[in-house]
């Protein structure tokens, strides 16, 4: 059959719409796209309780329960009332957050990227990994309430692109979240243990449980140098002159090993989940390793 001359010249105009708005995609989101989905083809759906119509299961009646929810008819089985319980199809919002203060543009020899970028990268494709499973997202330091629409990753890759986010510190800013939320942080965490562990306790206290991402270059980890070494501070806290830099691999890395521990402690006793990724490492592994922690947090 043959295409009508104004179907042709619709068709036309809206291939170049969708190639204009490919060429203008900032580069790293395009990039975090094909990282989601080669994740999202190892992961599944998940079955979360909620206001959906599929019935998910029974459980014991709790002081705050609509009475609308409560099976009658399985209570009168039991001494305890019961309610139904179903799948959530209005999800939960995820908040998300990457550290965007100057030790994250650190790259050395050993990492394929700087930390910035690498975490840039798993914020981007965790985001666009929780669209595709039917999640609400919201980015904090960004203007915007949670929301299920892809344009809203798109404005957050934008405004990052732009400087417009409030990413500068080595900790998100101030926000007063709804209680039962879940925030994704991803940075060096290369600020005092007391500050991390105020943080933390501020949003457990308020019902809000997440999940901490320490994005690392090799060189941090193991330090690979060798003789007399200069190392500065990236955020204004001046040079240390090293003679012979290889005496002292085992002490760093004792302290490396000890501030990682330190850290998963913090979290643990705030109810929050801990990971380290090294920027030598394939992104699809700390991504899986984040998605895999929030699917089990929410269950």
């Known amino acids: 059959m043959a295409q009508s001359p104004q179907r042709g010249r619709i068709d036309q105009r809206l291939r170049k ?3 204009h708005l490919a060429d203008s995609m900032p580069p790293l989101l395009v990039e975090a796209e094909r990282v989601a989905q080669t994740v999202s083809q190892g992961v599944h759906g998940r079955r979360r309780v909620g206001e959906g119509e599929s019935f998910w299961q029974f459980r014991r009646y709790q002081q705050g329960d609509p009475a609308t929810s409560i ?4 209570s009168a089985k039991r001494v305890p009332t019961y309610v139904r319980q179903n799948e959530w199809e209005a ?3 995820v908040w998300l957050w990457r550290d965007g203060s100057e030790s994250m543009t650190f790259q050395s020899h050993l990492g394929t990227t700087s930390k910035l970028r690498r975490a840039t990268l798993l914020t981007l494709a965790l985001g666009s990994l929780l669209l595709r499973g039917g999640e609400r997202i919201a980015f904090m330091g960004l203007d915007h309430p ?6 809203l990753l798109e404005d957050y890759a934008l405004a990052l692109e732009r400087g417009l986010v409030e990413d500068h510190h080595s900790l998100p800013p101030p926000a007063d979240l709804p209680r039962f939320a879940q925030v994704v942080l991803i940075g060096d965490f290369l600020t005092p243990l007391e500050d991390v562990s105020a943080f933390l306790r501020g949003f457990s206290a308020d019902g809000v449980a997440g999940h901490l991402m320490q994005v690392m270059d090799p060189a941090e980890h193991r330090l690979p140098y060798q003789g007399r070494v200069v190392f500065a501070g990236p955020e204004g806290e001046g040079e240390v002159l090293i003679g012979h830099a290889e005496g002292i691999h085992d002490a760093y890395g004792q302290r490396v090993d000890q501030r ?5 402690d913090i979290a643990r006793s705030a109810g929050w989940t801990f990971a380290t990724h090294h920027t030598d490492q394939p992104a699809q592994t700390a991504l899986l390793a984040l998605y895999q922690a929030i699917a089990g947090s929410q269950r």
């Open 260 to 264: 990682r521990d330190d850290l998963q």
């Open 71 to 74: 099976d009658w008819r399985q």
């Open 91 to 93: 999800a939960q919002a």
């Open 146 to 151: 949670p929301g299920s629409s892809r344009a």
């Open 17 to 19: 719409r969708a190639d």
